[in-house]
């Protein structure tokens, strides 16, 4: 009996410690989540009729959302930018890089840093920096590049918007694949390989008989923490078209603050705000689920 | 016939060599011309060598009021909530990872899934709440403050003040900066706890004494991806500051170069090459630790 007392003595002093980190995720993460679902079905605007008396509209956000081609149109834009750069270039060019580093070629950890310097680039800078390489017509670096090899250039956010925001984030994002994935690479044990070889295994069917399959579970939690990571991307894009031309990058993180900052229709952009967050929860479960964390 | 495989193997060398090379470049071509562009005299917006190196356009920055201003700014409001998190998630994760309760397992699953949610979904529900926290200090400093009001509410203040800033910043690291520290005090034996309980120390001294100098890895694991990601935030200065005076380097820069008539590369390349600095320094630091926090934590 007195050990139980002392154990729930203890309890309540870790309960206080844990106190400081428990009230302002409450109060400034789970509290605004749902707020946004309230928000979201009221007509709060910051101008107009609607700024002075907000009223409860139901579900008329979510049908004029879902009404609303530019909506659909962002999630459209969404799903090419996480797909082109979180799923297919980060991952392709990352899992090359690392199986490259793998062979121990001269300087391979300066290739490492070089490959990795983008991770660290504040998302403003690395806008900025691709400003120069991509605007400005046949003055863009790329351009110039393109010229002195002898191929057409072109004003390329304006012509290929979105294949040009989805190939910086690949930039941003090779590194952390590649480290994630040489973490992977390492775990496979090489007596596998060796018995392979014995066999007589070229590396093509290493590739695709050992090397890809022992490594789906390492694959599987770097898509989807990619994939999550990638949704909530704003700064970059905003950085670099702030959504244009048109619509063409407006992925879903700019169209909930174009809605909402520059429209000012809160309760409106709250609606797509709810839609983002059910996406995001619905792939966190996932990943929570595929970590299968010991707690 | 031992000369095929290792011909074969030449190849793929040489393949990799290649292919490294040119991934490599790409990786690097804009950090090139960001560099090239601070230190030339009449910088432009591609990449080309230099008319005649110089330094004027870092010192131009010091110079002109406002770089000084961006930097301290991001600093000092970066700098206060990695000391936050630091202190939170150090308590916190030493509660999370001694504890039996019954409230351990679903918090640490909540704080994984608040990791996911886009911060843009967030931001006016946020603004709103931090609304109505400021016209409370407001009504409380107004009638004391008299003149000096507004110089007031740009420190306390949660709109248009560095402690609203502060605050955000330091509530948005810490789901990962608990899970660091968690983690990590998973790693740190309970008997040297036991000792000291043993010895008569109270909680506090076991804090001080026992588990501050046992924790300085992980917390300094956990402060280094707190101020990497704060340091890197440009959406919550976005919203929350509008007086120039308050101005970090992210939305210094962003301004800056929206004025694309007017703009002055060199000055905008050096003020980007001092925004990243510091953040490459963290990153090579933090480097070791990344595999895990994908993980959940990084091991004690």
């Known amino acids: 009996m007195a050990l139980d007392a002392y154990q729930k003595r203890k309890e309540r002093q870790l309960l206080k410690l844990l106190l400081p980190a428990l009230i302002p995720l409450l109060v400034l993460t789970i509290y605004p989540a749902l707020y946004a679902v309230y928000l979201s079905m009221t007509n709060e605007a910051l101008t107009g009729v609607a700024a002075a008396r907000p009223r409860f509209v139901g579900a008329a956000n979510y049908f004029r959302l879902f009404s609303d081609t530019r909506f659909w149109n962002s999630l459209f834009v969404t799903f090419v930018f996480v797909a082109g750069s979180a799923i297919i270039g980060q991952f392709v060019l990352g899992f090359i890089s690392a199986m490259a580093l793998r062979r121990k070629v001269v300087g391979s950890s300066i290739f490492g840093a070089a490959i990795l310097l983008p991770n660290a680039a504040p998302e403003v800078v690395a806008g900025f920096m ?102 909530s991307v704003f700064g970059l894009v905003y950085a670099l078209t702030r959504g244009g031309p048109g619509n063409a990058t407006e992925v879903i993180s700019v169209y909930i603050y174009n809605q909402s900052f520059t429209t000012f229709q809160l309760g409106y952009g709250a609606a797509g705000a709810v839609v983002a967050l059910l996406i995001s929860l619905t792939l966190g479960i996932g990943y929570v689920r595929s970590l299968k964390v010991s707690v | 016939m031992a000369g095929v495989p290792i011909r074969r193997a030449r190849a793929y060398n040489f393949l990799a060599y290649v292919t490294l090379v040119l991934i490599s470049i790409f990786c690097l071509l804009p950090f090139v011309w960001m560099a090239l562009a601070s230190l030339d005299t009449n910088a432009q917006l591609f990449l080309k060598w230099p008319d005649a190196w110089t330094f004027d356009n870092y010192i131009r920055v010091f110079a002109t009021e406002n770089g000084v201003r961006w930097f301290a700014n991001s600093l000092f409001t970066v700098l206060s909530a990695t000391i936050l998190v630091i202190i939170i998630s150090g308590l916190g994760g030493y509660a999370l990872s001694r504890s039996k309760a019954w409230w351990k397992q679903p918090f640490l699953y909540a704080i994984l899934l608040i990791r996911v949610l886009p911060s843009t979904a967030l931001l006016v529900p946020l603004y709103k709440i931090l609304l109505t926290f400021n016209n409370g200090i407001g009504a409380l400093v107004r009638p004391v403050a008299g003149e000096n009001y507004r110089t007031i509410m740009h420190v306390f203040g949660f709109i248009d003040g560095y402690l609203g800033l502060i605050v955000v910043l330091a509530t ?24 000291a309980i043993l010895d008569g120390a109270t909680l506090v001294q076991r804090i001080r004494r026992v588990l501050i100098p046992l924790a300085l890895p992980g917390l300094a694991a956990a402060g280094l991806f707190s101020f990497m990601s704060a340091w890197g935030d440009f959406l919550l200065p976005l919203i929350l500051l509008s007086s120039p005076e308050l101005q970090t380097l992210p939305i210094g ?15 905008l390349a050096a003020i980007a090459t001092i925004y990243l600095i510091p953040a490459v320094i963290a990153f090579s630091f933090a480097r070791r630790f990344l595999v895990q926090t994908f993980s959940g934590g990084v091991k004690g």
């Open chain 2, 172 to 195: 948005g690291q810490l789901p990962l900066a608990l899970w660091i520290m968690k983690v990590f005090f998973d790693g740190v034996p309970k008997d040297y706890e036991e000792a």
């Open chain 1, 130 to 231: 691709w400003i120069s390489m991509l605007a400005g017509g046949d003055h863009a670096t790329l351009s110039k590049i393109m010229i002195a090899l002898g191929l057409p250039w072109a004003d390329w956010l304006q012509t290929f918007p979105l294949f040009m925001v989805t190939m910086v984030n690949t930039w941003r994002g090779i590194g952390t694949a590649m480290i994630l994935l040489t973490a992977g690479l390492s775990a496979v044990p090489s007596e596998v390989y060796e018995a392979a070889r014995m066999d007589g295994a070229n590396p093509r069917q290493m590739f695709f008989r050992i090397t890809l399959p022992l490594m789906a579970p390492t694959i599987f939690l770097y898509m989807l923490i990619s994939t999550v990571s990638t949704i």
């Open chain 2, 253 to 267: 820069l962003f301004r800056a170069f929206l004025r694309i008539n007017e703009i002055d590369y060199g000055l």
